[in-house]
């Protein structure tokens, strides 16, 4: 079974750039989570969609968005990069009916902005 | 809002020896669950161990056990029989009780393992 898959592996863009990145959840997860894991802060929980709706939003601009297509897929975009925005951006996806839930990861996109 | 801590930056731990990894939270709720990742070079984050918090029982994965200590909302992790492979970035984690929600992660320990 395929695990959780993320594209591309490394992202280079300059400054006011927009950036898309693309996350595959393990089949028959319904749930995907996107964390920024930004060097010094640690992983931020940027945003949560199951079923193809948002269901919360970490404390981040609007800058900062996605999707999630009716296969599970999803996508984080983020408009306008800014230097800070430079970062691990790692994705994780868990079913929707287990009592625990647990979250398993992708090994991430690197972000960087020049 | 839950935060968690991990006040230990870095450790170090001989092969085959035991090392205790600390991690205190913070919450108002009485329903959630603590989990352990381990991130190594490939950037990989893979769970460790998990803990309901409405379980006495301590959780146990084979070298590893947690000390879920609620009432000091500490939950610490240690590796027995360390071995060079556990070198990795360790992070804690809560989540929110009920079916889904995401994750609020420490800042991370990590371990070095030295042979």
């Known amino acids: 079974e395929a695990g959780v898959t993320q594209s591309p592996t490394h992202l280079i863009k300059t400054r006011g750039q927009q950036a898309t990145l693309r996350c595959s959840p393990i089949?028959?997860?319904?749930?995907v989570y996107w964390y920024q894991q930004a060097l010094g802060l640690g992983l931020q929980f940027l945003l949560w969609y199951d079923e193809g709706e948002e269901r919360n939003r970490g404390n981040f601009p609007p800058r900062f968005s996605g999707r999630q297509f009716p296969n599970y897929s999803s996508e984080l975009n983020v408009n306008a990069l800014e230097l800070e925005d430079s970062a691990l951006y790692l994705c994780a996806s868990s079913k929707g009916d287990s009592l625990i839930n647990i979250q398993y990861f992708g090994a991430g996109t690197r972000l960087s902005v020049l | 809002a839950q935060t968690v801590t991990q006040s230990q930056p870095e450790m170090s731990v001989q092969e085959a020896e035991t090392v205790t990894l600390s991690c205190t939270y913070d919450t108002s709720e009485s329903d959630y669950y603590l989990f352990w990742y381990k991130q190594p070079p490939s950037r990989q984050m893979i769970l460790v161990i998990r803990?309901?918090?409405?379980?006495?029982q301590n959780a146990t994965e084979n070298r590893f056990s947690v000390n879920f200590q609620k009432a000091a909302k500490s939950f610490s992790l240690k590796i027995s029989d360390s071995q060079l492979g556990d070198a990795a970035m360790y992070f804690c984690a809560y989540r929110r009780g009920g079916s889904q929600g995401n994750l609020i992660f420490g800042k991370g320990t990590k371990l070095s393992v030295k042979p």
């Open positions: 089949s028959g997860h319904t749930s």
């Open positions: 803990q309901e918090a409405y379980k006495q």
